[in-house]
């Protein structure tokens, strides 16, 4: 299995961090734009999209600031590549932005970037601030 490749994106937002963080944190938050359907138990986080589905372990999350995801094929692989949802506020200028981190396939960062494009537009406009 060849390495992934860690990428960073940084998306400006006008919404409150603290509004932003229930969207990023909680199963009805991400349903509304990461994926059709998110249940949660405990730490274990299954996404549901059209016909797939795919489960999530939460690494960490720190209140109003981030929350950070590894995939289970991931963790089951001994890998350690994760997702992360990051908060961000401007001290000067008080703007907010969401970082995602994220790692893909070499071939595939372009792809994955385009996705992360996508999936924050959905954010956006769910939060009225497209």
Known sequence: MEDKVKFEMEFPIHASPQLLYQYISTPSGLSEWFSDNVNSRGEMFTFIWDDSEETAKLLTKKSGERIKFRWITDDDEGDSYFFE??????????????????????????????????????????????
């Open 85 to 130: 949802i990051r908060i961000q506020v401007d001290e000067i200028t008080k703007d907010v932005s969401i970082i995602v981190t994220d790692f893909s396939e070499e071939d595939e960062v372009e792809e994955a970037k385009m996705l992360w494009d996508n999936q924050i537009s959905d954010l956006k406009q769910v939060l009225g601030s497209a």
